[in-house]
């Protein structure tokens, strides 16, 4: 991406400096609002506060401010998959992305119904490692939503939100593997980002998704309110 250069005698510390909320008049604005606006909660969250979901602001269109914040939860879901890697989420240990039905339902059930997410390369399915299949979706996501919004300047701002409603979906699932699956990873990720509590929230707000296209939880018990 591009370097911000900095004049002469600029602190780091103010490299990232909150951004006035009456300057976000552009895409590219609020791209950056919400980048620093998602690192002050991070800093909030080390310092035992509680956050909320970013408010959207007066002047930015509800189109716009989604898009920006939806790519800001891609771009935080790197970490989340990072924590997956350095904790044994490899293709040895986790052949196919499957999240047993039983983990889900708290019953036995017959394997069929496990649910099996199989990656879409070209025109044909392929079945891939857990952790291959989660930097497949994001490597995907992070391409086809700037495409989507440049090809919604001519086929109106539903194809846009249609392509977003199909990536949160998509996106949900690497949520609820660890949910389901690595706990225990998941957990210490949620109770150091509350990422998947925000994303929950965001997706609820504006209707981008059926609760069971999440499959997590909207209250999930782990964890205390934010």
Same mark, same amino acid.
């Given at each position: 991406?591009?370097?911000?250069? +900095?004049?002469?005698?600029?602190?780091?510390?103010?490299?990232?400096? &909150?951004?006035?909320?009456? $300057? +976000? @008049? @552009?895409?590219? $604005?609020?791209?950056?609002? =919400?980048?620093?606006? /998602?690192?002050?909660?991070?800093?909030? +969250? $080390?310092?035992?506060? &509680? =956050? !909320? #979901? %970013?408010?959207? #602001?007066? *002047? !930015?269109? !509800?189109?716009?401010? =989604?898009?920006?914040?939806?790519?800001?939860? %891609?771009?935080? /879901?790197?970490?989340? %998959?990072? @924590?997956?890697? @350095?904790?044994?989420? *490899? &293709? &040895? *240990?986790?052949?196919? /992305?499957? %999240?047993?039905?039983? +983990?889900? !339902?708290g019953q036995d059930q017959d394997a069929h119904q496990d649910l099996i997410f199989s990656a879409k390369i070209g025109s044909s399915l392929v079945n891939l490692s857990a952790i291959d299949y989660m930097v497949h979706t994001l490597n995907v996501a992070i391409t086809a939503l700037p495409t989507a919004k440049k090809r919604s300047e001519k086929k109106g701002e539903k194809h846009l939100i249609n392509a977003m409603r199909d990536q949160v979906r998509r996106l949900a699932r690497l949520f609820a593997f660890g949910f389901y699956v690595m706990p225990d990873v998941f957990d210490e990720f949620e109770n150091r980002t509350k990422l998947t509590y925000q994303y929950l929230r965001f997706v609820s707000k504006y209707k981008l998704a059926n609760p069971e296209d999440v499959i997590i939880p909207k209250n999930f018990q782990r964890f205390p309110q934010m």
């Open positions: 991406g591009t370097k911000r250069r +900095l004049v002469p005698g600029t602190k780091s510390e103010g490299l990232y400096k &909150k951004m006035d909320r009456g $300057a +976000l @008049d @552009d895409s590219f $604005a609020v791209e950056q609002y =919400i980048k620093s606006t /998602m690192r002050s909660q991070r800093r909030k +969250l $080390a310092r035992g506060e &509680k =956050i !909320t #979901l %970013i408010k959207r #602001l007066d *002047n !930015t269109e !509800t189109t716009t401010w =989604i898009y920006e914040y939806l790519m800001g939860f %891609i771009r935080s /879901m790197n970490e989340l %998959i990072l @924590d997956y890697r @350095d904790n044994h989420c *490899n &293709k &040895k *240990n986790y052949p196919s /992305m499957v %999240i047993p039905e039983k +983990l889900i !339902t």
